[in-house]
């Protein structure tokens, strides 16, 4: 199964990708030259992981009809200043006050199925071509 991603740029440093019937624009910020309109790719590739992980966790809970309210997940991204590909992602989750201890680890676990951190894990092959 092929998925097309086309992009566009619409002036300055923004890049624009169109993914079916959704446009995600992203810029650079002041510092690189863009006009911080827009979050950078790579803060859309952190968002990725953490808004996926995001919805396993609430699927979670309303599979069990388990309250939401005050459920809540964070993202710390530590990466490495001497090896910047060398980095962590900790998610970090708030349950809801009544949560039930026996699905602790069961909400870690569904979290783990996040289908973004299973690509990383078994990293794809990029290949950059030009059409003629």
């Known amino acids: 199964m092929s998925e097309q991603l086309d992009v566009s740029f619409p002036g300055g440093k923004r890049v624009h990708v169109r993914i079916r019937d959704f446009e995600i624009a992203t810029d650079q910020s002041l510092k690189a030259g863009g006009d911080a309109s827009a979050p950078e790719p790579f803060d859309l590739f952190l968002a ?19 309250s939401t309210e005050g459920l809540g997940l964070s993202m ?3 990466r490495d200043a001497k090896r910047p590909l060398q980095s962590q992602a900790r998610l970090q989750l708030k349950l809801p006050d009544a949560f ?9 676990r569904a979290m783990d199925l996040c289908a973004v951190k299973k690509q990383i ?6 290949v950059s071509e030009i059409l003629d």
């Open 121 to 126: 894990e078994s990293a794809p092959e990029v």
């Open 100 to 108: 039930p201890a026996k699905y602790r680890e069961g909400i870690l």
């Open 76 to 78: 710390l991204w530590d």
């Open 48 to 66: 990725s992981m953490v808004a996926c992980a995001g919805i396993y966790a609430l699927n979670f809970c309303q599979s069990r009809k388990l």
